[in-house]
C-alpha cells in the first residue's frame, strides 16, 4: 500500500488529533532541513530532532525516509499554482516557469535520484499534470500528444534548472561573485580552446552576446522557442 492510500484511509494515525506531530508538519519540518543543509541532512534520527519529537514518534506516520522524500516533493510542488482555465499555451509556460522558480527556491530537488525527481507520483504532481493535460485536451491534441509536450516541457524545465544550479554551485565553490568572475577564471582554458581556430561561431557568442549574465532570459527565449515548436506542430493539419 502506498504512502497516499495509507494516509488516504480514516482510521490512519495522519487522521486522527495529534497536534504535536502532523504528516504536513513532518513535510515542512523536513523541506527547511534540506533547503539549509541539502538532501544527505535528512534522517529520521534529525528530523525527530528538529520535530522536537522521540525518535519512533514520526513512524506513527511514516514508514522511513523514502516516505518522508515523498511527503517533501508533494509538499512543495503544491507551492506552483496555474492560472483558472485557460488555452494551452498559458498553462504550459505558467507551469514551467512556476516549477523552474520551485526548484530554484529548493534545489535540493535536483539531489533526489532520477526516478524519483522523474517519476515520483504524488497528489500535488499529479495535479499538476492534470491541469496540464486538460489545457491540452481543451486544444483538441490527442492523449499521446498531450503527454509528449507535457513530458518535453517538464524535461526542459528540468534541464535548464540544474545547467542554472549547477553553475551557482561551480561559483561558490570557486568563490566567485559574478559572470565576469567567472569567465575571469575560465579565462585561460577558454583562449587555448579559442585560439585553436576551430570553434569562431563559441567565439562570436562569448563576444557578441549580451545576455551571458541572464538565467531568466535565457530561459523564457528557450521556453518560447520550444512551445512555438509545439504550436507549429498541433497546428498543422492532421493526416487521415
Excluded at 502532523?22 to 541539502?38: E, K
Excluded at 529520521?44 to 511514516?62: E, F, I, N, T
Excluded at 488555452?87 to 535520484?113: F, K, N, S, Y
Amino acid at each position: 500500500m502506498s504512502l497516499w492510500e495509507r494516509l488516504d484511509r480514516p482510521g490512519d494515525p495522519a487522521h486522527q488529533a495529534r497536534p504535536a506531530l502532523t504528516v504536513q508538519r513532518i513535510a515542512t519540518v523536513a523541506v527547511g532541513i534540506a533547503d539549509t543543509n541539502g538532501l544527505g541532512a535528512i534522517t529520521m534520527r534529525r528530523l525527530a530532532k528538529d520535530l522536537g519529537v522521540a525518535p519512533m514518534a514520526a513512524y506513527r506516520h511514516v514508514e522511513g525516509k523514502d516516505d518522508v522524500l515523498e511527503l517533501m516533493v508533494d509538499h512543495v510542488y503544491g507551492e506552483v499554482k496555474l492560472p483558472a482555465a485557460t488555452d494551452w499555451r498559458t498553462t504550459m509556460r505558467a507551469l514551467a516557469c512556476g516549477v523552474r522558480a520551485l526548484v530554484l527556491e529548493h534545489p535540493w530537488l535536483t539531489q533526489l535520484p532520477a526516478t524519483r525527481a522523474v517519476f515520483e507520483l504524488t497528489p500535488a504532481r499529479m495535479a499538476l499534470a492534470e491541469r496540464a493535460l486538460a489545457a491540452l485536451r481543451g486544444a483538441g491534441i490527442d492523449a499521446d500528444t498531450s503527454m509528449s509536450i507535457f513530458r518535453t516541457v517538464t524535461a526542459y524545465v528540468h534541464g535548464a534548472t540544474s545547467n542554472e544550479l549547477g553553475l551557482r554551485q561551480l561559483m561558490a565553490d570557486q568563490g566567485w561573485t559574478d559572470g565576469a568572475e567567472s569567465r575571469t577564471g575560465l579565462a585561460s582554458r577558454m583562449t587555448w580552446l579559442l585560439n585553436t581556430g576551430r570553434y569562431p561561431t563559441f567565439e562570436r557568442y562569448i563576444r557578441e552576446a549580451a545576455h551571458k549574465d541572464d538565467p531568466q532570459w535565457q530561459f523564457d527565449v528557450g521556453l518560447d522557442a520550444l512551445l512555438d515548436g509545439i504550436a507549429t506542430r498541433i497546428s498543422r493539419p492532421r493526416r487521415s
